[in-house]
């Protein structure tokens, strides 16, 4: 028997969703969240460096669950495996309340007016899908600011001359006290020049919003914030959507399909609850927002007569331009102490290689890296150096305490091949067809990542590093905590999934609200970009909204 | 110490010794005290750890709990691996019985040390090895040592925070504190 019907279904609490779920609640919205892991409390939180979503090498700690959900990985020369979450190769974000902002490192990113116009800037890319988006920068400003205020930004990027036009500064000063890379990096820049300045994080540097500031520790990236500090949908957007008192958030929920009728229009959904018993959830408008790969694999999965290959995929878009992002950079080894426990670690950032490279389409931001820890420090070293036995342990005292790493994500250009479809066999834990992951890079992202890598060697060695080695560009499609393009947005059904305002082309009553829709994805963390347009895209769907139904 | 599979260096050395010496007598395998592990293949293993991570100055793997670490995990959240492990260990003990005549773990460091940068390459006699990669193995040992040694203490390995204190990592974490007494702390948190 079907639950009382509501007027929105949010399928995922992450960036994406908890926004949407928050604007439609506050715009007078009944609202469910239907979210597939469970709450996490900063204050019952005890890091673990060998459980977390940076290094799972003993497991993941705020989802995907373990076993539930396989997928199956083809390598770049056609070899196929079953994958589980703690493998790279699945390309996993977390699976929680507050999905990936929870144990983020919280980089808060406006992409620059170029990003939106890829196509325009360099023109077309052969072997790629690189395409304008429909909406451009000065669309997206008023909400970045927006996420900038009401999720919580500190930093500084005045000093940034390659920034896009913005009306206010960011709400709060970067964190002090500025750590010692910040005191060797910023100078060594300068020297080089270039325009370093102070790294954008949602973390609290003053309290504010009932929570407190940063306290400073080294675990940070990968870990939730026991002290609160770091701003997520988790403690922001969620509790202001459930505070509304008509918006509902139901844990452990896998949605199963969207429902449709003989129309073609979406009726609601159905899901299988914390018990897998199947639940029928009605609902007038169905948000998704389960990440890049989640999302694409709902639409896939919810096939009807009028939509036999899915939802929005009518012209084979859906689960098309996989990309995250292609990270490259730098490690520099000193004849002198930099390790200063002074966390997060990312302080200092350049945007000067973001564009502008004669021959190459984009580019990335360089900062330094978050605090490595010990062991994951003892797989990062330079080709050639013994890896174990008595010389390891000697490089680990010699240099622990001595190094610097500077890297960046690249921009990866799209191509139609890196994707996510459903694997004709393998099934997950609730009997439905589980993602099948396959693709490459465009070969202009590798050289432009190669290229990033000498850029931030070069920073480092300005900086006084007497070693150094580059991390360069490996190959494999890339999606993880960055996924992003299975559901384009555009202005033509043909080529694209989503119309501007999120919607599906011919299912007016689903929009997919997360990074599934960007056109491209910026050579930047692309979390500030998901809140903003979450918030975007939820206003145009309340403006949509007339009376207790969906105009259009 | 709440680790109830913990055992010292020397301890562990003489228990394998008297084990060794209850096999010969009873003609049976002893009990073993590891979770996963029989006392043969603990005994190897942990020679073999000490070669990843040597004592010195500072602890090496065993004295830092790294074989109650990977016995844990074959216990635990690992057990599908403990039959590769079992056939690795057993494969670098039939090697050094074949070319030195001594089982691995009563092997000089030098010989341990040139037996398992053979086997990072993969050189090994079928004859030895069997099916096992000799290379694979190695990664499995280098992989799960490294973890149990720098590795958070809750899984039974950094005993004492060997690692931390060899790395000069505060612990536990406090704001700022090297940012306003850079020359004291590292020192501070050393073992002295």
């Known amino acids: 028997m079907a639950l009382p019907r509501v007027h929105a279904v949010v399928v995922g609490s992450g960036a994406g969703g908890g926004v949407a779920a928050c604007v439609l609640a506050e715009a007078g919205l009944s609202v469910v969240v239907l979210e597939k892991g469970r709450w996490h409390s900063p204050f019952e939180e005890r890091k673990d460096d060998l459980v977390n979503q940076r290094n799972a090498s003993l497991g993941l700690a705020y989802g995907p669950d373990a076993d539930k959900n396989p ?90 001359p390659f920034k896009g036009p913005r009306r206010r500064p960011l709400p709060m000063p970067p964190l002090h006290p500025k750590p010692r890379e910040h005191e060797i990096l910023r100078p060594a820049a300068l020297r080089l020049g270039l ?107 919810s096939k009807s007569r009028l939509h036999p290959n899915g939802l929005g995929n009518r012209h084979d878009w859906v689960g098309r331009n996989l990309n995250g992002h292609t990270y490259t950079g730098a490690v520099g080894f000193f004849d002198r102490e930099i390790y200063d426990d002074i966390g997060p670690g990312v302080c200092i950032s350049v945007c000067d290689y973001n564009h502008g490279t004669p021959g190459l389409a984009g580019g990335g931001m360089l900062a330094n890296e978050f605090i490595r820890l010990p062991y994951q420090f003892s797989n990062d070293q330079p080709p050639g150096t013994p890896s174990w036995g008595k010389a390891h342990k000697d490089f680990m005292r010699r240099y622990y305490r001595r190094n610097m790493m500077i890297q960046g994500p690249t921009q990866d250009i799209p191509t139609w091949d890196g994707r996510v479809e459903l694997d004709p066999r393998v099934k997950d834990h609730w009997g439905t067809p589980v993602l099948r992951i396959s693709g490459d890079k465009h070969a202009h992202t590798v050289e432009i990542g190669n290229r990033q890598a000498e850029r931030a060697e070069a920073w480092l060695k300005e900086a006084g590093a007497i070693l150094t080695y580059q991390r360069r560009a490996g190959r494999g499609v890339t999606g993880h905590q960055h996924q992003s393009g299975t559901c384009r947005m555009g202005n033509d059904p043909k080529t694209s999934v989503v119309d501007a305002s999120c919607r599906i082309h011919d299912v007016p009553n689903v929009f997919v609200i997360d990074a599934s829709v960007h056109v491209t994805n910026g050579g930047f963390n692309p979390v500030l970009t998901i809140f903003a347009n979450a918030f975007r895209a939820s206003d145009l769907l309340v403006k949509a909204w007339k009376g207790g139904g969906l105009k259009g | 110490m709440d680790d109830p599979y913990a055992v010292d260096r020397r301890a562990f050395l003489k228990s394998g010794a008297t084990a060794a010496a209850a096999t010969a007598v009873a003609c049976g395998a002893p009990k073993s005290r590891w979770r996963a592990l029989s006392e043969d293949d603990a005994r190897t293993l942990g020679a073999a750890c000490d070669g990843i991570i040597p004592p010195d100055e500072d602890p090496g793997a065993v004295q830092a709990g790294v074989v109650s670490f990977i016995d844990r995990q074959l216990a635990t959240r690992q057990k599908k691996a403990l039959g590769d492990w079992r056939a690795g260990l057993r494969g670098l003990d039939a090697a050094a019985r074949r070319r030195q005549g001594k089982p691995f773990a009563d092997l000089p460091v030098e010989a341990q040390t040139a037996l398992l940068a053979d086997a990072e390459k993969g050189h090994g006699e079928k004859a030895d090895w069997g099916d096992v990669d000799p290379a694979a193995f190695f990664r499995l040992l280098r992989e799960h040592t490294m973890m149990g040694f720098y590795g958070d203490p809750r899984h039974g390995g950094n005993r004492d925070r060997a690692a931390w204190r060899m790395l000069g990592v505060p612990d536990p974490p406090i704001r700022g504190r090297l940012h306003e007494s850079p020359a004291t702390a590292p020192a501070a948190s050393r073992k002295s």
């Open chain 1, 71 to 160: 997928r199956v990985f083809v390598d770049p020369s056609g070899r196929e495996r079953v994958v589980y979450p703690k493998d790279g190769a699945y390309q996993a974000n977390a699976s929680c309340v507050g999905g990936g902002t929870v144990s983020y490192g919280g980089q808060a990113w406006r992409y620059m007016p170029q990003d939106f116009r890829m196509r325009s800037t360099y023109g077309t890319t052969p072997g790629s899908t690189l395409e304008d988006w429909p909406i451009s920068y000065l669309d997206m400003e008023p909400y970045y600011e927006k996420a900038e205020y009401e999720i919580g930004v500190s930093g500084d990027v005045e000093p940034n």
């Open chain 1, 195 to 301: 325009h370093p300045f102070d790294t954008p994080l949602l973390i609290n540097s003053v309290p504010r919003d009932g929570r407190s500031a940063c306290m400073r520790i080294r675990w940070c990236v990968g870990f939730a914030c026991e002290t609160n500090a770091k701003n997520g949908s988790q403690n922001t957007v969620i509790p202001r959507a459930l505070a509304t008192g008509h918006a509902r958030l139901q844990t452990e929920c896998k949605v199963k399909e969207i429902l449709v009728d003989a129309r073609g229009r979406a009726t609601g959904v159905v899901y299988f609850d914390e018990n897998d018993r199947l639940q029928e959830q009605p609902a007038d408008v169905v948000v998704v927002s389960g990440g890049a790969t989640e999302s694409a694999r709902l639409l896939l999965v």
